[in-house]
């Protein structure tokens, strides 16, 4: 259980950030909407396992929050990317296309050429 | 970093935490908002857009709980919950948690002043530079067996080991070096230390003022210069930082102070320190004596670094090959070179006896952590709803365990503190004891960061010790039962009773031993002081006539101002006696050395005393005459070569025989220059023994006595006995001796009780306050936790006395009933406690003297002192149960 959920943790990390570069300052209720949008069901059960992920980015200092104001007047926290959160991002991504190659082709089950 | 903000962060938010809440709140209620917004966007009905808003969120209350995991730092938060909770239970027993403080606190606190003697006063009493590897040569003589032959040297010896040695980094000397300070008219004694030019490097020492020596103090014709120790500066000068550049007259020379040296400087123990050159030419030891000047040497080394005493014993006999041609005199025919550790010379045997003080601290911390425990196995039985209740509602094994641990840290933390006070005025105490202590003069008992981690040490294990057992035990009780029953009573608490009892059982065995060692610490202090030496002690004036050498430099210049003296002190009203003698009766430090008896050779040395004294000093010091003569005055006059020996000499190398008319040889005067050579003294009386060899603990040796005129060397003292307080008397006799002559001086004047208290008596003293004081530690904690668990006791049955008393039981009765359960507790300790004892008491043997270690006395006396005080501690608790009011105790069922 623990392990899935650090990947999970981890993933959707990785998603907050990239939001949050795409699209911007966005409170977190847009946050879930647009992970659920664009990884499909991943999110859809639970939106409230976001707020950990982003209390957490927080506490680390890749994203900063503040209160502002929504689109329909209502009062919201809208979270921005910081300069270390861009490094994260780009580290991270990194990483993460470099695992996901290798598994990729692990899973392919070719050899790596030598 | 990323972490490391994070963790501030967290640790922040442990103190806004009412903010974040509502941030939080007002974020989540945000979202739903925006969420129900776009459901109703999307055409639903108003109910279902919020019920599908919630769910999708996961719950409101759900994701707040998540969150505020991940705010702050969990573990942290739940400890400062439960030590708030842990605080509030302990405010609510302010009696129990005051006494488990104490008893904490005196454990703690004793023994952390005693390991603070042993650490400070044995393991590390030096400031020295690697005082382990400091060692002093000793010349044995292996011509017959192995004896040491002498370990002074003369400083041509000195350098010549320092120069030619391969084993040393580098080699001082020093030698004690007493002499005369004259101030503002009036001569006074004072005792310096001569040491070689390097003494100040050597040891490692700065001085705490001025500077040290420098290489041309020592050049001849430079201006004699001095430091000061630092007690004889706080004494003469007040601490007077100006003293620095004055002069003090020593020995009729102007002295210039050139600096300090620090408390912790304590070599010798000198009032000042001088150099001396290293290139001196050789006196004669005639020349020297006469003018006072130092002569023989105290030689220190400093090993290489893992060079071994044998190494460097070797090393330095080869360098002495050299000398012997030089020194033939000095030299055995066959020798060898020992080294004697530094640290071995000046310690002593005050180890042995805080071994075993260590052992006995242990055991008062048993004591005071199973007294804690017994505490709180009662708290904590008090308290088995509340656990059961807490239990019931989800709390798990392990948080309860962690909660009740936490109280017992509480309070061991609370007594740790308090016990660093304790500690702290303990050696406060303890210093004051000061010379009783015999640590060296070096030694600073200050509490330091050591002893204070050794206290919290201590207090956690003590604390583990007792908390983990109440809290396990607490934890594993039956929860029904607890539920059930609408108040403790002793049927239910059966198991806990078991256990405290059995805890008090073990504090009663504890402190009986403890008892015990004291009540035999106790006795053998008694058996010191009441010991006979032989003579009466009281009313006995003793001091030393210092003569100045220039002007006494004769047997016979000597000898008639003595004789003058003397003469004189008789006819002064009150004064019984008067005689002189090289040193004092029970003086430390007896010269023994083998004899020669014509007509029975031996193999073994025959170590035997002797002493030069006067005519008088049988009649002073209160010998009887068993046979044969005493000293005349012709023979103290014309220093006859005849000898009155003791008892105990007759006994040993005259078992069947008349000893009167044998001549006697001390094989030690053909080895001292200034003595008469193959000199044999004609046995002319026997006299009575009494305690000559340094120590009253020790048996009496073999002495002779001769008329003290026979050599010019040895010093002089003067025993008067008087008729009343010789205090009174020290006036009047240095009045008397002045009219002779103002010149010579009288130095460590005293009387013989005096003496005794502050040499005999100290080591017995010591070990008196301490035993005494960890017994009676140790009898306090344990009558705190017999009257602690039989109150309880008491408390719980109070019911069960309601109904026999409604059944007619009288009040006695009640007490009896409660007194036989205390009397069964204690009894079975001091049984235990005896049993303990009987098998470990010869360890103390060491320390004991006059008594047996299985001394009648201390066994009887100890087990009735705690029996009266083990029933008294129960008396009080039987008494309340006594007045124990049937309606009322019934009124509970």
Known sequence: MGDKKDVWQGTLALMVLKTLEALGPLHGYGIARRIEQTSGDLLSVNYGTLYPALLKLEQEGYIASEWGVSDNNRKAKYYKLTRAGRKQLEREARDWQQTTAILARFLSGKEPAS | ?893
């Not at chain 2, 009493?125 to 040297?153: E, M, V």
């Not at chain 2, 002793?490 to 405290?500: A, L, N, V």
């Not at chain 2, 009892?501 to 504090?507: I, K, S, Y």
């Not at chain 2, 003496?755 to 904690?781: K, N, Q, V």
């Open chain 2, 1 to 893: 970093m990323s972490w490391l903000r994070a963790t501030f962060v967290r640790f922040r938010s442990l103190f806004r935490k009412r903010q974040l809440d509502r941030e939080l709140n007002a974020e989540l209620t945000g979202h739903l908002e925006l969420h129900i917004a776009d459901n109703l966007r999307a055409g639903m009905t108003p109910e279902a857009a919020r019920r599908d808003a919630l769910l999708k969120l996961g719950g409101f209350e759900q994701t707040k709980e998540n969150y505020r995991d991940h705010r702050g730092i969990a573990w942290l938060e739940a400890l400062l919950r439960d030590l708030r909770f842990a605080l509030r239970i302990l405010r609510k027993s302010p009696g129990f948690c005051v006494v488990a403080v104490l008893a904490l606190a005196l454990g703690i606190g004793f023994s952390s002043v005693v390991f603070s003697i042993f650490y400070n006063g044995i393991l590390h009493p030096f400031t020295y530079r690697d005082p382990d590897r400091l060692a002093s040569p000793i010349i044995f003589d292996t011509r017959d067996g192995d004896r040491p032959f002498r370990g002074a040297f003369q400083l041509d010896e000195v350098v010549a080991f320092r120069n030619q040695n391969h084993t040393l980094e580098d080699v001082s000397a020093l030698t004690g070096w007493d002499a005369l300070y004259a101030r503002r008219g009036a001569t006074e004694q004072i005792h310096g230390c001569v040491v070689t030019p390097n003494a100040i490097d050597f040891w490692g020492v700065r001085p705490l003022l001025g500077r040290g020596f420098l290489d041309h103090d020592t050049q001849p014709g430079a201006d004699p210069v001095i430091l000061l120790g630092y007690v004889y500066w706080q004494k003469e000068f007040q601490g007077n930082k100006s003293v620095i550049g004055s002069t003090m007259i020593i020995d009729n020379r102007a002295h210039t102070i050139v600096g300090v040296m620090p408390r912790r400087f304590y070599l010798w123990g000198a009032d000042f320190y001088k150099p001396i050159s290293w290139t001196r030419p050789e006196p004669a030891i005639r020349d020297a004596m006469a003018n006072n000047e130092p002569y023989f040497f105290f030689v220190t080394g400093r090993a290489k670094k893992d060079i071994s005493a044998e190494t460097v014993g070797a090393d330095l006999k080869a360098v002495a090959e050299t000398l012997v041609l030089l020194h033939k005199e000095n030299y055995p025919e066959k020798f060898r070179f020992g080294m004697r550790p530094f640290l071995e010379g000046i310690i002593g045997d005050l180890r042995r006896t805080l071994y075993l003080l260590l052992a006995s601290v242990g055991l008062l911390l048993f004591i005071s952590s199973s007294n804690v425990a017994s505490l709180l196995l009662v708290h904590t039985s008090g308290r088995a709803k509340e656990i059961a209740l807490r239990t019931a509602l989800g709390a798990s094994r392990a948080r309860l365990i962690r909660q009740l641990l936490l109280e017992s840290f509480i309070l061991g933390a609370v007594g740790c503190l308090a016990g660093i006070f304790v500690a702290y005025w303990g050696v406060e105490v303890a210093k004051t004891l000061g010379t009783a202590l015999q640590t060296p003069g070096e030694a600073d008992l200050s509490l330091n960061w050591h002893i204070v981690l050794f206290a919290i040490g201590i207090s956690f294990l003590t604390t583990l010790l007792f908390g983990l057992s109440p809290a396990l035990f607490a934890v594993k009780k039956d929860l029904r039962v607890n539920l059930q029953g609408a108040s403790v009573n002793e049927s239910s608490s059966q198991r806990g009773g078991k256990i405290r009892a059995g805890l008090v059982v073990g504090q009663v065995a504890l402190s009986m031993l403890l008892l015990v060692f004291a009540g035999l610490v106790v006795r053998s202090f008694i058996a010191v002081t009441r010991f006979d030496p032989g003579f009466s002690t009281k009313n006995v004036f003793i001091a030393r006539i210092q003569f100045p050498g220039h002007q006494y430099d004769s047997v016979e210049s000597k000898h008639a101002f003595v004789e003058q003296s003397l003469t004189r002190l008789s006819a002064v009203p009150g004064i019984e006696n008067a005689a002189v003698a090289f040193s004092t009766p029970l003086d430390g430090s007896p010269s023994s050395d083998d004899v020669t008896i014509p007509g029975k050779p031996h193999d073994k040395a025959w170590m035997t005393a002797f002493e030069g004294c006067s005519e008088g000093y049988f009649r002073t010091v209160g010998l009887r005459l068993l046979r044969g003569r005493l000293l005349s005055p012709s023979d103290v006059a014309s220093g006859r070569r005849v000898a009155v020996v003791n008892r105990t000499l007759v006994d040993k190398y005259f078992p069947d025989q008349d000893p009167i008319g044998h001549q006697i040889k001390f094989n030690v005067f053909d080895r001292v220059p200034l003595a008469p050579h193959d000199a044999y003294f004609e046995i002319v009386g026997v006299v009575s023994d009494f305690s000559n060899s340094g120590s009253l603990s020790e048996p009496i040796l073999p002495e002779a006595f001769f008329p003290y005129t026979f050599a010019s060397f040895g010093g002089r003292s003067l025993i008067v006995r008087t008729s009343n307080d010789p205090g009174f008397f020290a006036d009047t006799i240095r009045r008397v001796l002045n009219e002779v002559d103002p010149n010579p001086i009288l130095s460590h004047s005293s009387t013989l009780d005096v003496y005794l208290h502050e040499h005999d008596y100290l080591r017995p003293r010591f070990r008196l306050i301490s035993f005494g004081t960890c017994a009676a530690i140790g009898l306090t904690l344990a009558l705190i936790g017999l009257f602690g668990v039989m109150s309880y006791s008491v408390a719980l049955q109070t019911q069960e006395f309601g109904v026999r008393m409604a059944l007619g039981a009288h009040s006695g009765d009640i007490l009896m009933l409660v007194l036989r359960k205390g009397l069964w507790l204690v009894g079975s300790g001091i049984l235990l406690g005896l049993l303990a004892s009987f098998f470990s008491v010869r360890i103390l043997q060491s320390q004991l003297w006059g008594v047996s270690a299985f001394d009648v006395g201390a066994f009887v006396l100890a087990p009735l002192a705690l029996l009266a005080a083990g029933l008294l501690a129960c008396y009080l608790p039987a008494r309340r149960a006594t007045r124990v009011d049937p309606m009322i105790a019934l009124r509970y069922e």
